[in-house]
């Protein structure tokens, strides 16, 4: 099993990136599927999720209004796009997934590898 992030890089702040997880290895069409990050120095924190039928989605308050999660299911991905990026968005995302949810509290099952994202001021 294997989830795999792409689409991190640099950006100014005020512009957007979009991060996508493609998952193989069995099928996570009942899992919740989303998003962590790491700053250097700092803990991992929960981002966004979106349920495993997609009708339920969860955000960090400091990302609200800002970032959007999204999956196809057929396709076992989740993406996250990310507008009006901040410095203080600077971090390593990594996608993970859970079944049936995935939420702030969440231990999730699966971890995939994280990609970069530096937001430049």
């Known amino acids: 099993v294997q989830l795999q992030a792409s689409g991190g890089g640099l950006v100014q702040a005020g512009g957007s990136l979009r991060v996508s997880c493609a998952a193989s290895?069995?099928?996570?069409?009942?899992?919740?599927m989303g998003w962590f990050r790491q700053a250097p120095g700092k803990d991992r924190e929960f981002v966004a999720s979106?349920?495993?039928?997609?009708?339920?989605?969860y955000y960090a308050d400091s990302v609200k209004g800002r970032f959007t999660v999204s999956r196809d299911r057929a396709k076992n991905t989740v993406s996250l796009q990310m507008n009006s990026l901040k410095p203080e968005d600077t971090a390593v995302y990594y996608c993970?997934?859970?079944?049936?949810?995935?939420?702030?509290?969440?231990?999730?099952?699966?971890w995939g590898q994280g990609t970069q994202v530096t937001v430049s001021s």
């Open positions: 290895g069995r099928t996570f069409s009942n899992f919740g």
């Open positions: 993970a997934a859970r079944f049936l949810v995935l939420t702030s509290t969440s231990v999730p099952d699966y």
């Open positions: 979106i349920s495993f039928s997609s009708d339920k989605t």
